[in-house]
């Protein structure tokens, strides 16, 4: 039987892509594993929501990878996604709606604080990256 697993993504990528990278695969790898994996972007961890930048991560990981954008997709596909409408505005300059983030808007519960809470002290499990 799968935990609840919790995963907020709030570090700056750009300061640690790697860091960013693992969360994602952590986050797939917790779906693979059967777990029911809830992800929450927050802060600078919006920035995971820009595709221009998922793209910039594959090619960290070689000249034709697309091993980022395939775990995000598995993430956005399988997971509860939860997302700070402030951080995305202050992040990436868009609004809630603009259909300009790589997953549909309508995938994604628009929290802040209390929604992070709620998932922290409901899960079993908590990571941060």
């Known amino acids: 039987m799968g935990k609840s697993v919790f995963i907020k993504l709030v570090s700056e990528p750009r300061n640690d892509s790697l860091k960013s990278i693992i969360g994602i695969a952590c986050a797939a790898q ?28 594959n090619k960290e990981m070689g000249p034709d ?21 402030a951080s995305v505005k202050a992040t990436l300059g868009y609004s ?15 929290s802040g604080p209390p929604g992070v809470i709620k998932l922290a002290t409901s899960s079993d499990v908590q990571l941060t990256y």
């Open 30 to 57: 917790a779906i693979d594993d059967g777990h029911d994996v809830s992800v929450f972007f927050a802060g600078a961890g919006t920035r995971l929501l820009d595709g221009d930048y998922i793209n910039e991560l």
């Open 65 to 85: 990878s697309t091993i980022v954008s395939d775990m995000l997709n598995k993430v956005f596909d399988n997971a509860v996604l939860y997302c700070s409408f």
């Open 96 to 110: 809630e709606g603009d259909g300009a983030l790589n997953v549909a808007d309508d995938k994604i519960v628009w």
